[in-house]
């Protein structure tokens, strides 16, 4: 979807189909002097939330969807659904072009940036399809281009820019989650990351596992030993910013596919474990926006891509490797993995002096247990990068919510034969999981994200939800214009 911003009398605009609340509806319509067809088409309709109708016309406007529900002040999340059912019924329309003008709501805290990155992103989730795979993919929605209205827009024209960045990055992380493991492996994903290099003032390097070997990587060396296909610890360096701005780093957990390795997972449900990079694939996706944003920032994206598989040569319960950060690791489930690849990949990345490091994973399972699909889960060491991330998520509608990160569950880690166990027991496993990354963390503000239950759906709607690019690449504008 491409999107513009427009502003000006919007009843004299001119477009195949105008989305907007009955009140503008009706002024534009008595403007194009069609009030009379106009109310006589719309009489049943009851303007309630969640109810849109099509109405034709024979003006320069060529059809208006009316979106029910636009009246009075409305909480932002009603907003949200309003923009989803307007937006769903705008994608069946046989049309290529539309003008978006849902500006003259009235929205608790939401300003009319807000309100146009909203029906924007809501546009982008719902048109996107995955087809590549299908001999025969289902006809694509035809609209291609929004033209989003806006009162007055002076200081509004960077939101389009940002609206299709956004578009683009979640495009890259959906494609990226969906695409099969026999395709999508750690050399697809390096692969994919060097197309973001051929943009300008982004560089991008891999450490190979020879490398890796050398920088004492045995953490994440142990998860990929089981796979023919090697791993590659990927870089993204993008140079938006001043010279002299420390970076923010993204790090996301690039398992292509996890079998559970030694400890093999359960057959039901396994091909789900193909979204197991979709921590990769946001924060490459969010990378994407912020390149396409050209938002003033430094940004360094590490990804740990790697493949979970059971073989000869594959690392047992029991085995001790030494990590790159000389702390040594007991492994008593191999299906621990996502932590075994992270920690060499946050070792690693402050080497560059971050001023701040968000890492990505679908970790735990326990952390679907915990909070289900609505929220991601953050933890963080650092109150107001965790503030940040939960605002920038509130903001975006892809929500977040805290997790503790007490000293107190440190204990379960314990092991008699090495630093560390990379496993905690039952209780508290998402919890755990972020303690042992906390231990590879030097003095610098960092946050952990687990995504296992927000990344992407299982069942009739199985696919990569994009989660949590929005709220990254939220949080990516917020510090640029701090
Ligand atoms: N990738 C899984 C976590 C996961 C499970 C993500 C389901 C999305 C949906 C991770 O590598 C894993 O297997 N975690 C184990 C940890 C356990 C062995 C401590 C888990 O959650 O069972
Ligand atoms: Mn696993
Ligand atoms: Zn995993």
């Not at 989305?19 to 534009?28: E, G, S, Y």
């Not at 009235?106 to 924007?120: F, H, N």
């Not at 990804?303 to 001790?320: H, K, L, Q, W, Y």
């Amino acid at each position: 979807m491409r999107y513009s911003i427009i502003d000006g009398d919007i009843s004299g605009v001119s477009t195949p189909c105008l989305v907007t609340d009955l009140r503008t509806a009706r002024k534009v319509a008595r403007a194009q002097g069609e009030i009379k067809h106009f109310t006589k088409t719309s009489q049943d309709f009851e303007d309630t939330a969640g109810d849109v109708v099509v109405v034709n016309l024979n003006g320069s406007v060529a059809r208006i969807l009316v979106v029910g529900g636009m009246t009075g002040t409305l909480e932002q999340a009603t907003f949200r659904k309003l923009c989803k059912s307007a937006m769903t019924a705008l994608l069946k329309l046989p049309i290529k072009q539309a003008v978006v003008a849902l500006d003259s709501a009235s929205v608790k805290g939401g300003g009319s940036a807000w309100k146009l990155r909203c029906a924007a992103a809501a546009l982008s989730h719902l048109s996107y399809r995955y087809n590549t795979h299908k001999s025969k993919p289902a006809k694509p929605p035809s609209l291609a281009n929004a033209r989003l209205w806006v009162k007055a827009k002076t200081g509004l024209n960077q939101q389009a820019r940002l609206a299709n960045a956004l578009d683009a990055g979640l495009r890259v992380a959906k494609d990226l989650g969906n695409e099969p493991p026999n395709i999508c492996n750690p050399t697809y994903v390096l692969q994919q990351a060097r197309k973001l290099g051929r943009q300008a003032n982004v560089k991008v390097s891999s450490l190979s596992e020879k490398k890796m070997a050398e920088l004492g990587m045995g953490a994440f060396l142990a998860v990929s030993q089981g796979s023919d296909t090697p791993g590659h610890m990927i870089i993204i360096e993008y140079s938006g910013g001043k010279k002299s701005d420390r970076p923010i780093a993204l790090v996301g957990k690039g398992i292509t596919f996890d079998t559970g390795g030694i400890s093999l997972k359960p057959p039901g449900g396994m091909d789900e474990m193909k979204f197991d990079m979709c921590g990769a694939a946001a924060v490459i996706g969010a990378t994407r926006a912020a390149i396409d944003a050209k938002l003033p920032i430094n940004l360094i994206t590490v990804v740990a891509a790697a493949e979970n598989m059971p073989s000869g040569n594959a690392t047992r319960p029991a085995d001790i490797v030494t990590s790159a950060s000389g702390q040594t690791i007991e492994i008593l489930n191999t299906d621990a993995e996502g932590r075994l690849v992270l920690c060499d990949a946050l070792t690693h990345v402050q080497k560059f002096k971050p001023k701040a490091i968000v890492d990505v994973a679908t970790l735990t399972g326990a952390c679907i247990v915990a909070l289900g699909s609505h929220a991601s889960a953050v933890y963080a060491n650092d109150e107001s990068l965790a503030q940040e991330l939960l605002s920038a998520g509130e903001q975006s509608g892809d929500r977040a919510w805290r997790m503790p990160l007490w000293d107190e569950y440190q204990a379960q880690l314990n092991s008699n034969f090495a630093d560390m166990a990379n496993v905690g027991g039952r209780n508290a496993g998402s919890v755990t999981a972020a303690c042992f990354l906390k231990r590879f963390i030097d003095d610098v503000p960092w946050a952990h994200m687990d995504v296992a239950g927000s990344a992407f759906q299982g069942g009739a709607q199985k696919g990569s939800t994009g989660r949590p690019v929005p709220l990254l690449f939220n949080y990516l504008v917020n510090q640029s214009t701090k």
